[in-house]
């Protein structure tokens, strides 16, 4: 199997290449200048792009400008320093990569990416059609801080719903067992679907 390397996205083209791939996956272009204020992590397979992920260690963040102020008047988890949060984003894996262990080794690199930027709190943001992120989320036990409509400017587009929650560097680290169990269960359902493909070809050649 092919190793998956990682690099930061610094060349334009890249990073182009990059929030399309994104865009076409959630039906949500990412702006420019906020990617440029981001680490953009992308994980390849030769000179193939198969996914990527955003870091942003300063704000303004972006999961926060859609939290209504009401939320963030009564929520007591606005009187943090900013600067002691970061914003994961932009998560994209390919359908390409349809190993458990591909997934795996992409997930656990942005958690060890995540802990090496010692920030004290991470913010996450869900499309809550997105079964998947809101099932990897789950697994570093999130504080909600907002779920619904996100707040727009005129003319902004993003996801429909969202849910906004945060959890810490320590959290994400200390459930690395969550992450690798999700993994050896979804490997057995992979390994089982496979087999019965193998099982329903076999008895189409047998009556062929």
Do not use: C
């Not at 076409?24 to 193939?48: C, H, M, N, Q, W």
């Not at 090496?116 to 036990?141: E, F, G, P």
């Not at 429909?160 to 945060?166: K, P």
């Amino acid at each position: 199997m092919e190793a998956i390397k990682f690099r930061v996205l610094t060349a334009e083209n890249d990073i182009e290449a990059y929030l399309n791939k994104f865009e076409s996956f959630v039906g949500v272009k990412l702006p420019y200048d906020y990617s440029l204020r981001s680490t953009i992590v992308g994980a390849f397979k030769k000179d193939e792009m198969i996914a990527g992920y955003m870091l942003v260690t300063k704000p303004q963040f972006r999961s926060l400008v859609f939290v209504p102020d009401s939320v963030k008047e009564s929520n007591s988890f606005f009187k943090n320093d900013q600067y002691e949060m970061m914003e994961v984003n932009g998560v994209w894996i390919s359908a390409a990569v349809k190993s458990a262990s591909e997934q795996y080794k992409i997930w656990s690199h942005l958690i060890w990416d995540i802990f090496l930027a010692r920030k004290k709190y991470v913010l996450l943001m869900a499309d809550l059609r997105n079964s998947n992120i809101r099932n990897i989320h789950s697994l570093t036990n999130p504080e909600l801080i907002y779920e619904g409509e996100p707040m727009l400017m005129a003319g902004a587009k993003s996801h429909s719903t969202i849910r906004v929650s945060y959890t810490t560097r320590w959290q994400m680290l200390l459930n690395i067992p969550k992450y690798y169990l999700a993994y050896r269960e979804r490997a057995k359902r992979s390994s089982k679907r496979a087999k019965v493909r193998a099982f329903s070809r076999g008895m189409r050649e047998v009556q062929s």
